[in-house]
Each structure stands twice: as structure tokens, then as C-alpha cells.
């Protein structure tokens, strides 16, 4: 394999698949021990209170882009977490998490409770990987997105 313009070759580093039962709450665990932001896409939102759960930890530098179709839950974790980054895209499908300064999650489950559904994720703790989809994924992605009417000022 080689890297090209549209992707990344990350050589000699240990990736690993989770199996379904692996849970968000199991990935974002120790995320409040760190003082780097966390970045989250995702389809759907979860209920606010696994959210609350969830969230509450540290509930800043969390940055979080989901499908516009969860705007309204989007709006009221907004307004449980005002130090949380949250916009919306009617493009959203990526289930991507960074967090930390080097671990990266990929895989089919959205932010929350996926228990009734058969899902995987492929991780990796490499800054390389990290930094590139930081960068090259979310960054760009967020730049493009209008923030909540409720950041704004507007409600």
C-alpha cells in the first residue's frame, strides 16, 4: 500500500478492532484526565442522559459534529453543556472520535448506545493517524459548518 492525497499509510504502529460490546462510554473513559479537546462525528446523537453521563466528566473542549436530522438534541446538550462545540450537516455519516493526543476510533456505531445492534470499531493509538485526521477529516469538515443558532446568541 501507499499514501496518496486521500489517505494515510501509518506503518509499524498496533491497531485494534473492537468487538460490538465495546462501548462509547468505555472509549471516552478517561478522556476527562486530559486536558487535550476531544472530537466527535457522528450520525445520531444519544439520549441526554447517557449524554449527561457521559459528558459531565469535563464537559469542555468537546467538539462534536452530528446529522442535521438530531438538530433539536443537539440544541438541548448545548444547553446542558455550554462549554461543548456542537454543528450539524446534512451530510454527516462518519462515526469518528479523537481523543487525547493520539488515539483514533473509526467504526459503525454513532455517539451513544448501540447495545441492539452489531456494530465494530477499529482503533489505534498513533499520533500520526491522529494529527491526519484531525486535520485532514475533522477540521476542515467543522470550518465548513455553521455553529447552533444557540451559540449565536440568536434563542
Not at 64 to 73: A, L, N, P, T
Not at 101 to 110: E, F, I, R
Request: with cysteine; proline share 5%; glycine share 4%.
Amino acid at each position: 500500500m501507499k499514501a496518496d492525497s486521500h489517505s494515510i499509510l501509518i506503518k509499524n504502529k498496533q491497531f485494534k478492532i473492537y468487538k460490538p460490546s465495546h462501548s462509547w462510554g468505555m472509549k471516552l473513559s478517561q478522556y476527562h484526565r486530559t486536558n487535550s479537546p476531544v472530537h466527535i462525528i457522528t450520525y445520531s446523537l444519544p439520549n441526554l442522559e447517557y449524554s449527561k453521563h457521559i459528558l459531565s466528566k469535563r464537559p469542555e473542549w468537546i467538539y462534536i459534529i452530528c446529522h442535521d436530522k438530531f438538530y433539536d438534541k443537539a440544541f438541548k446538550l448545548k444547553k446542558m453543556f455550554p462549554n461543548i462545540e456542537i454543528r450539524t450537516s446534512d451530510r454527516v455519516h462518519t462515526k469518528l472520535l479523537l481523543v487525547g493526543k493520539d488515539s483514533v476510533y473509526l467504526g459503525s456505531p454513532n455517539f451513544g448506545d448501540s447495545h441492539n445492534w452489531h456494530e465494530m470499531t477499529f482503533g489505534t493509538n498513533s499520533k500520526e493517524a491522529y494529527v491526519w485526521c484531525r486535520d485532514k477529516i475533522f477540521i476542515p469538515f467543522w470550518n465548513n459548518l455553521e455553529p447552533l443558532c444557540f451559540q449565536q446568541g440568536l434563542f
